[in-house]
């Protein structure tokens, strides 16, 4: 057996696939109309047919499950969302513990999307303030070979 993709059902898949193009970047590999297959391995699928298919009403606004996305160019992401109207922001930018810097928001039909910084760039940016690598590994809480990895 092999996972595929997720399936996320949406209101207006036109809208949505206008969404996930001009904020996240993404292309359409296979459009079937009532499906639609995004780069990255992320179908959209109308909620009519959706119903139809499993035969019960549909939920959102559930919190409690998120698509993740690391970005290399964090700031200019953030800067780029920033300039698009009607974006629901679940937080602004914020660093986890481990420095990791991310941002949540909602996409038309309420799922949870997180696009956060790419962890070798996370990396990086420590390396490049002066801190050692034994010091980046304790503060990602990450191996000693992963920073090792990073710093090639």
């Known amino acids: 057996m092999k996972f595929k993709n997720p399936l ?3 209101k207006d898949i036109e809208k949505s696939k206008k969404f996930y193009q001009k904020v ?3 292309h359409v590999i296979m ?3 009532a499906n639609i297959t995004l780069t990255g391995g992320i179908s959209l699928q109308t909620e009519e047919t959706w119903r139809e ?3 019960k009403d549909i939920q959102y ?6 698509l993740y996305f690391e970005e290399d160019s964090f700031d200019e992401f953030v800067k780029k969302l920033k300039e698009i109207d ?6 602004d930018a914020m660093e986890h513990r481990w420095g990791q810097r991310v941002i949540r928001f909602y996409d038309l039909d309420h799922h949870i999307i997180e696009v956060g910084e790419n962890m070798k760039v996370v990396c990086k940016r420590f390396l490049d303030s002066g801190m050692t690598q034994e010091e980046v590994a304790i503060r990602m ?3 000693i070979k992963f920073v090792q990895a990073c710093n090639k």
Do not use: A, Q, R
Request: no cysteine; aromatic share 12%; net charge negative.
């Open 141 to 143: 809480d990450v191996p």
């Open 24 to 26: 996240l970047g993404l």
């Open 53 to 55: 298919f499993i035969g």
């Open 31 to 33: 459009d079937f109309g």
């Open 86 to 91: 009607d974006i629901d922001y679940i937080h």
């Open 8 to 10: 996320l059902v949406v």
């Open 61 to 66: 606004n559930g919190n409690d499950t998120e």
